[in-house]
């Protein structure tokens, strides 16, 4: 039997499709149902379309105000939530005169009832206004819808044109209300578009080179862009434009100046590498950075499309010269551990193999909230036998496969962690990171330094009191030698 | 001497200094026990609430959510509530849900009292009409774009007095309703009605929840729930209380509620900070119960009072404060600074108010100060105001951390949220004790920045 249902989720046997259990001889179309609506009252742990749109795709570029159009709630909670560090450092050599500009302010309607009965475009016009008086430095401004603005039908893009006419600065309007699509994947499809439509090819980089890549999906997540562009830097391989991690607005204008579409997060950021392709002959490549093997094979086959191979092997025999020693430690502390991947999407199968290959680990699950079909086909590729790849696990699935499964480490966002504490079982965040970076060589180290001390803390073993006698607590470090 | 209001100069909200109703209920609803918030809206109204509440309070944080997509945009949200309600109830067995509507449920217009009730006949076949008799649900109507967080916890409360309460034999309790402080408060509350020799319900009491132990022997599982919680028992047995406390006026109306229908009298505010609030919320608990207050706590009031006479003049007169934040808390702490000779210089908050200038002009004519009162504002405006008028001290949330290191003003991390220190959800501000803690803070953050370490002045 492929799929599985959780004894918990018996009352909505729904979710059976959602549970797939690997096995070897499935056909390839035996795959989890996903990418469909949640069932209602089953503690989902998966966001909205707002969420997707600025939170991940958007939110990470660094010179540009958002205005989000909503009730206060939504603005609030856009307010520097994610971990997208941006330097002042603009492509033409130019300085933004804000660090971390993007985590450091939001703005919003503030919307009333009143709004809610009469509309809300005249606030989002002064709004605007507002906005370009407080932050005239700013190089565009984005707008969001959200539920109340989506329902009560305020014709945003109509503002954005003319407030652009108004104040000559781009202004660009999203409509991803909170309500739209299953996920927050929804959102990331709607980014891409409105930002391909809008603006890739509307302006020219301020130089190029005939090793010019846009790095696309690569959001600097604590720094995990910084790490990659070393190792590009390194081999010759220019990143002319990057979507979006640290970027600017202009340079999402002209990624289709580059040479190679270089795709690092694959759910949400795929369609705008492949409109790139189509519309101007970008050729675009799927690519996985996390874990040595990975990053090494992936930087090889980039390298290549530019006649730099001898480069990127330079690079690589650098960094495993730099971490392999301290990674042997680690796999050593980490080998038979049980981990359960629970990402937001490709995490999922990036990380599968890397901690079962390089660290010895053993995955005994992988799952994710927004993915689709063709993210779950490589979940299923790539993990063993008997492990569960599943689609929007809830918060009570997540306690009986903690039980069942006897899982060391469960890894997961910040909704899941502290339940899973609760539960006697240690966490790893993996959408934002604990001490990331996590990507790359170095990244990957952390990663397992990370596990390694989550699995390790001394805690787990003095969980109880004992009456009778002190619990016997092993001396890690002796151990590893 | 005075208030000086400065009004807002723009329409735009930048850095708000507040959020949503939902939030504030299901905070409300997170304080009961074995009870679970079902939010009629969005994914991202849970999700984001749940993120906010396990970022501050390192907790878990288990909000059902009903998934509003399209298709109940267009034809409304009853088949996603009547199947939300009965997964809860099937799945989670809960004493109670409330259900939390917002922006997008109330614009839609769902009836959400009639889908209740149809989701309850419809479960009487799956868990047995006892089960379902027994299991409250509770409507809580928190439209998102009418005022704040604050008012989404003061509709939760009255929901409860309006929906559980229940009129018996009296009880001798007194009820507390704590507004939205910390856990660490909270225990502080129940610590001084201990020394009192009092019994109290809380409405609602989020001190376990949202600081639980980690037993797992001893926690309940599949599904998690946290220990503690006020029990729904004790929310019926409230309306039967010799009084109601709420420490805050902004969360006073299921306080009115319990007056009105069952003569239960109520006193609002002020919130417990310092040493005259503590002192009228002393004189209201005898008041109301007729206890007397013991030198055990007078103790405690000494103790504070010693520190305060030990430090104040010495380390903090004079020293200018920005004060942001909720505006019970933000008057509570703007009067106690005022009380260790501290000047009070700016206070601000997200919430509109008369009230909150009113307790303002109070402590402007204690401690003679102008004082400027940012009203309905947000954090860019406090920004702003810091540039040309910079303070000494800093006192509120961690979302102005970056706006304290801009100007490089030490930051004394109070009330909600607190996510860039640990700790500080169990620190009380509240009761004589939680002073102790608030003096000892802001005296040793003035040390570590306005003296030198090697210095002959910190030698004794």
């Known amino acids: 039997m492929p799929f599985k249902l959780f004894d918990v989720s018996k009352p909505i046997p729904e979710r059976k499709e959602h549970t797939y259990v690997k096995h070897c001889g499935d056909p390839a179309e035996c795959l989890p149902k996903c990418n469909s609506k949640t069932i209602p009252g089953s503690m989902t742990e998966r966001g909205c379309a707002f969420a997707g749109a600025k939170g991940v795709i958007t939110g990470a570029i660094k010179d540009v105000a958002h205005i989000v159009h909503s009730p206060v709630g939504c603005t609030a909670y856009g307010y520097g939530t994610k971990r997208y560090p941006t330097t002042t450092e603009m492509p033409d050599g130019s300085i933004f005169p804000v660090k971390d500009f993007n985590i450091k302010y939001i703005i919003g309607t503030d919307l009333q009832e009143s709004d809610v009965v009469f509309g809300g475009m005249k606030k989002l016009r002064q709004a605007i206004l507002d906005t370009n008086k407080e932050f005239p430095f700013v190089n565009a401004i984005y707008l969001y819808a959200t539920c109340t603005t989506g329902l009560i039908g305020d014709d945003m893009d109509s503002v954005a044109k003319e407030m652009s006419e108004e104040l000559g600065k781009p202004i660009i309007a999203f409509n991803a209300p909170g309500f739209a699509g299953p996920t927050q994947s929804k959102g990331h499809s709607i980014g891409n578009d409105v930002l391909f439509k809008q603006l890739v090819g509307t302006t020219e980089p301020p130089a190029t080179t005939p090793y010019d890549i846009s790095l696309i999906g690569e959001y600097n997540i604590d720094g995990d862009l910084w790490l990659l562009k070393e190792y590009f830097k390194e081999i010759g391989i220019n990143v002319l434009s990057t979507f979006t991690g640290d970027c600017c607005h202009a340079e999402i204008g002209w990624m289709h100046r580059a040479k190679l579409s270089v795709v690092r997060c694959q759910r949400s950021s795929t369609y705008i590498a492949k409109m790139i392709e189509e519309k101007y002959g970008v050729p675009y490549m799927k690519t996985d950075f996390f874990s040595t093997k990975y990053c090494a094979e992936n930087l090889k086959t980039i390298a290549k499309f530019f006649n730099l191979e001898d480069k990127a092997d330079q690079v690589i025999a650098n960094r495993m010269a730099k971490i392999g020693p301290e990674l042997e430690f680690y796999k050593k502390k980490l080998t038979g551990k049980r981990a359960f991947i629970f990402s937001g999407g490709p995490k999922s199968y990036h990380l599968a193999i890397p901690l079962e290959e390089e660290l010895g680990m053993e995955v005994t699950g992988v799952s994710s909230m927004f993915e689709h079909e063709d993210g779950f086909e490589k979940m299923k590729d790539r993990v063993k036998e008997g492990a569960m790849v599943i689609d929007d696990p809830n918060a009570l699935e997540l306690e009986e496969l903690v039980e069942d499964y006897k899982i060391d480490l469960i890894m997961g966002g910040v909704k899941e962690k502290y339940l899973v504490h609760k539960l006697g079982i240690p966490s790893l965040l993996i959408h934002s990171y604990e001490n990331g970076p996590y990507i790359g060589f170095e990244g990957f180290l952390n990663l397992a330094r990370d596990m390694y001390t989550s699995i390790y803390s001394p805690v787990w073993n003095l969980l109880e009191f004992k009456e009778t006698e002190e619990p016997d607590i092993p001396n890690v470090e002796e151990e590893a030698k | ?460």
């Open chain 2, 1 to 460: 001497m005075g208030v000086n209001i400065i009004k807002k100069d723009r329409t735009a909200t930048i850095n708000p200094l507040k959020t949503c109703q939902p939030l504030g209920a299901m905070w409300a609803v997170t304080g009961i026990r074995r009870a679970m918030p079902l939010v009629h809206g969005s994914q991202g109204c849970s999700a984001f609430v749940r993120y906010c509440f396990s970022r501050h309070f390192r907790e878990p944080s288990e909000i059902a959510v009903t998934s509003l997509h399209e298709d109940a945009a267009v034809f409304g949200g009853r088949k996603n509530l009547v199947e939300g309600l009965q997964n809860v109830a099937v799945r989670l067995k809960p004493d109670i849900i409330g259900v939390i509507t917002t922006c997008s449920s109330e614009i839609i217009g769902d009836d959400v009292i009639g889908f209740i009730k149809t989701a309850r006949e419809e479960l009487k076949g799956k868990i047995g009409e006892e089960a379902v008799e027994k299991m409250k649900i509770i409507p809580i109507s928190t439209p998102s774009f009418v005022e704040t967080h604050l008012k989404g916890y003061d509709n939760a409360i009255k929901a409860l007095a309006d929906h559980v309460a229940e009129p018996s034999q009296p009880n001798e309790k007194i009820n507390i309703i704590p507004g939205m402080v910390n856990p660490g408060d909270i225990r502080e509350i129940k610590h001084i009605l201990r020394l009192m020799d009092l019994e109290s319900i809380i409405l609602t009491d989020i001190s376990d929840p949202f600081d639980a132990p980690l037993r797992p022997s001893k926690t309940e599982l599949k599904p998690y729930y946290p220990k503690g919680g006020t029990t729904v028992d004790e929310i019926a047995d409230s309306a039967n209380s010799v009084g109601t406390i709420s420490l805050t006026k902004y969360a006073g109306s299921g306080a009115l509620s319990l007056e009105k229908k069952y003569n239960v009298p109520a006193e609002l505010g002020p919130i417990p900070i310092g040493i005259q609030n503590t002192d009228q919320f002393l004189r209201n608990l005898k008041k109301l119960t007729g206890q007397d207050i013991p030198d055990s706590i007078l103790d405690e009031r000494g103790l504070l009072i010693d520190s305060m006479a030990d430090v104040a003049s010495r380390y903090l007169f004079d020293k200018t404060v920005a004060i942001y934040g909720d505006p019970e808390i933000t008057s509570g702490i703007a009067r106690f600074v005022g009380e260790l000779g501290m000047e009070p210089k700016m206070v601000l908050t997200g919430s509109k108010s008369d009230e909150f200038v009113k307790d303002i002009e109070k402590v402007a004519k204690e401690t003679g100060a102008e004082i400027d009162t940012l009203v309905d504002q947000d954090l860019r405006a406090m920004e702003v105001y810091l540039k040309d008028n910079p303070v000494d001290l800093m006192i509120g949330g961690s979302d102005a951390r970056l706006t304290a290191k801009e100007y490089d003003i030490p930051l004394v991390r109070v009330g909600y949220p607190v996510y860039d220190r640990v700790g500080y959800h169990r620190r009380p501000i509240v009761g004589y004790n939680g002073g102790i803690q608030l003096i000892d803070l802001i005296t040793n953050t003035v040390l570590e920045k306005y003296y030198e370490p090697e210095h002959w002045k910190l030698q004794q």
